[in-house]
């Protein structure tokens, strides 16, 4: 169950981190509009940034183990890394603008608090009835 566990927030990490690099370069792709937007995509980043950290440790929680958040940040990290590889004409998806940064490095400290933070429950015990001893 711990593999089957590990393997689906893998994907989902994964999935995350795919849905958020595209949305990172339509943030990049208006940095240059202004301060306004500029502090907008800020913003933005940082809420991410929280979202993100609790993504991680609910994936900790729900696999009760730290194996889960782990897998999930593993899949996110793999697409990040991925989305930021260079081309002839620039790099694939993330640019090199300051917002970018953000959102790589944030990430990069959000998963790694998330994993390192996250919720391990330990195992339920049964309790079973204590024979009583009956005494004079």
Known sequence: MTV???AVLLF???AVGLMSGFSM?????FWDLGPITQAGGVAAVVVYLVALYALCRLAGWGSRRQSGALGFALGFVAILL???GYTVGGSIVISGKLVN???LFGSMVALAAGVVRSVVLPPRTTHRAQPQVSGA
């Open 4 to 6: 089957l566990s590990f």
């Open 12 to 14: 989902a990490g994964a």
């Open 25 to 29: 370069g339509w943030v990049s792709h």
């Open 82 to 84: 991925a989305m930021i």
């Open 101 to 103: 940064y953000v959102f």
